[in-house]
C-alpha cells in the first residue's frame, strides 16, 4: 500500500502499468508456454504423507473386507440389494450434498472470442 500513488491520476497509471505488465507476462506465457526462463525444479512428495494415505486405506480395506465376511451380507440377495441401495442412498446423498454446497453467486465465466489477427502475433 505505501507504494501506491496518492492522486487519482497516478493510481490510474499505475493500474495501467501493472496490466501492460501482466499483458506481457501472458503474451510471454502463450508464446513459450512458460513465465520464467528457470528449470522446473521437482521437489518430490514426502514419503511420510503416501505411508499415511497406505496405512489407512489398507485399514479401511481390510474393514469393510471383515464386515462383509463377518455379517455375510453378499451371500443372499436380500444382502446384494441391501448393499446396493445403500449405495445408491449414499450417491444420492453426497449429489445433495455437493449441490447445496454450489455457491449461490455463481457466473459462468465469459470467454471472449479469440482474435486471430492478435493469435498470430504472439507467435510469431
Known sequence: MRELPETADGIGQWCKDVFV?????????????SFSDQQLQNIGRPIKSLIVVVFWSILLVYGIYKFVHWSALLTSWQG??????FLVLIGIIMQILILSSESE??????VPPKDPARHRLIQK
Open 21 to 33: 505488465t501482466k499483458d506481457a507476462l501472458l503474451e510471454k506465457y502463450f508464446a513459450k508456454g
Open 80 to 85: 446384494i440389494a441391501f448393499s446396493a441401495t
Open 105 to 110: 453467486r455463481y457466473t459462468p465465466l465469459i
